[in-house]
């Protein structure tokens, strides 16, 4: 009996002992299979978050690439208006360079002109230098067109010697070949130009006025060209008060008076006068120019019109 209740106690313990260990087997597999499928959920978590890796990398690989994308189209826009300002820049600096040669331009044209008129200036100066060596000359009597002093005529005293500085006065004034007009500009200054006045072509345009009472007695109520000269010359040695009285006998002619010629149609201004002729200083006697005249001689035949004097 205590054999068999040895042998059942151990064969009890036993069982029990073969229990506990299949139990804890079980449970330990059951935990071993947990364990697991929480690896295979976190391997597949894993998985998961690499898909997921994968993705934002791709994602991000796009988002470089667009940005890559955008840089270089901005760089490109960047270069183009670069370029633009570049090209905006040259295209100033051209228009610089062409102003500045325009300017240079205009520069060397003005220099040109100036240089021109520089040596119109001095041809000019020469010339007028000439005239008053010239003037200096007939101061001498050698060349000047003057009255002469021994006239059989009693004119008051001094009286041609103040005409005769009068008329040289006038010679310089006015000199001889010179042009009794206003060529180029719209006044009527009274002095004298190098350019024929071209009556043909301009006219009277360009001609000088003078009204004195010498032409009104002539009836002309312009006093221009040929009348005009003569009456300005006629009031600068009388005065503009000197009343005016028409004759026609040659005898009667005093030095300073005028003489209607060439059928009434020329007047002359009479500077000096003998018994044969008078020397006389005019202006237009082409009827053309207006050019000035001193010293020609008209023989006493050819004197068939009126004079006009300022002498009582
Ligand atoms: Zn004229």
Not at 251 to 259: F, K, S, T
Request: overall charge negative; aromatic content about 10%; proline content about 1%.
């Amino acid at each position: 009996m205590k054999k068999l209740s040895k042998k059942v106690l151990l064969t009890i313990i036993i069982a029990v002992i073969l229990l506990f260990i299949v139990f804890f087997k079980i449970s330990f597999c059951k935990e071993l299979m947990s364990s697991k499928e929480t690896i295979n959920m976190s391997n597949n978590d894993i998985e998961n978050l690499d898909e997921q890796k994968m993705e934002s990398g791709k994602e991000i690989s796009k988002l470089n690439v667009e940005k890559q994308e955008k840089s270089d189209d901005e760089t490109i826009e960047q270069k183009e208006i670069g370029q633009e300002n570049q090209e905006g820049l040259e295209n100033e600096i051209k228009t610089e360079k062409i102003e500045q040669e325009n300017y240079k331009d205009q520069s060397d044209e003005e220099n040109q002109i100036n240089k021109k008129i520089e040596i119109i200036e001095n041809t000019f100066k020469e010339i007028v230098e000439r005239i008053y060596v010239s003037n200096e000359s007939n101061v001498k009597g050698t060349e000047y067109i003057t009255a002469s002093t021994d006239s059989s005529y009693q004119y008051p005293d001094e009286w041609l010697e103040e005409f005769n500085e009068k008329i040289i006065q006038f010679q310089m004034e006015f000199p001889d070949g010179m042009y009794w007009n206003h060529m180029g500009s719209t006044q009527n200054e009274i002095g004298v130009t190098d350019q024929p006045c071209s009556h043909s072509k301009n006219g009277e345009k360009y001609c000088n006025h003078y009204q004195g009472i010498s032409t009104k007695i002539c009836g002309f109520y312009m006093g221009t060209q040929c009348a005009g000269f003569v009456s300005m010359l006629s009031d600068r040695i009388f005065g503009t008060d000197a009343p005016t009285r028409i004759f026609t006998n040659y005898d009667d002619i005093r030095i300073g008076d005028q003489a209607r010629v060439n059928n009434n149609s020329h007047t002359v201004f009479i500077i000096d006068k003998t018994d044969e002729y008078v020397v006389v200083a005019e202006c237009n006697a082409d009827y053309e120019t207006c050019e000035i005249n001193w010293g020609r001689k008209i023989e006493r035949s050819q004197l068939s019109g009126y004079y006009i004097t300022r002498w009582d």
